[in-house]
């Protein structure tokens, strides 16, 4: 099973700033296969990014995709209030398709 | 409209069994990458089970055996039969769509809550 690390838990940001968010897997995926999700409280996840660097549909640029074998990145260029929220990451490339812990953005 | 919505949750003891709904709009499952994904409460997300276009499925380890995965064409409806509950099953289930192999899980249900309890 590919274990995926997500670091920080945790980050605290002000609207405006630029936030880094990584995860780190076990063992090298595809980078074809790897995404980011953005979840809000009460809420279903959200797709933002596939193939570990395109945007899903009517998602902003602001939010960018990098990264290739064991190491992934989401960028959020510049925080808008709404961007304050949990985001997972997931590998799909082998069974079972696993979702890293989730890092949580809130306001410093 | 693209649509899913979960139904079937509730209460049930350990070792009992549930079946989950997620019933399609918009679009047609059996073209679709279908998944089940869930969520204890407090917790992360954990994805639990996949059935390919081609009908092929694939599990986690912790339900493999318990769990099944599968659809029907004329209803155009994803299911999940879960047998032999376990109060670590509890959680809130999402059905989630995948247009093709490539793609993540970009359309969602509200999800169905199961609750494991005596």
């Known amino acids: 099973e590919t274990v995926l690390t997500q670091s920080p838990g945790t980050l605290s940001l002000s609207p405006g700033e630029r936030a880094t968010l990584s995860c780190r897997a076990s063992?090298?995926?595809?980078?074809?296969?790897f995404a980011w999700y953005q979840q809000k409280p009460g809420q279903a996840p959200r797709l933002l990014i596939y193939?570990?660097?395109s945007r899903a549909t009517g998602i902003p640029d602001r939010f960018i995709g990098s990264g290739s074998g064991t190491d992934f990145t989401l960028t959020i260029s510049r925080l808008e209030p709404e961007d304050f929220a949990v985001y997972y990451c997931?590998?799909?490339?082998?069974?079972?398709?696993?979702f890293g812990p989730g890092t949580k953005v809130d306001i410093k | 409209e693209v649509q899913l919505v979960e139904s079937g949750g509730g209460l049930v003891q350990p070792g009992g069994s549930l079946r989950l709904s997620c019933a399609a709009s918009?679009?047609?499952?059996?073209?679709?990458?279908m998944n089940w994904v869930r969520q204890a409460p407090g917790k992360g997300l954990e994805w639990v089970s996949i059935?390919?276009?081609?009908?092929?499925?694939y599990y986690v380890d912790s339900v493999k055996g318990r769990f099944t995965i599968s659809r029907d064409n004329s209803k155009n409806t994803l299911y999940l039969q879960m047998n032999s509950l376990r109060s670590e099953d509890t959680a809130v289930y999402y059905c989630?769509?995948?247009?093709?192999?490539?793609?993540?899980?970009?359309?969602w249900g509200r999800g169905t809550t199961v609750t494991v309890s005596s």
């Open positions: 918009g679009f047609t499952v059996s073209s679709n990458y």
């Open positions: 063992e090298s995926v595809g980078s074809r296969y």
């Open positions: 193939g570990a660097s």
């Open positions: 059935i390919f276009t081609s009908g092929s499925t």
């Open positions: 997931q590998q799909y490339d082998s069974s079972p398709f696993t």
């Open positions: 989630a769509r995948s247009r093709d192999r490539l793609y993540g899980m970009d359309v």
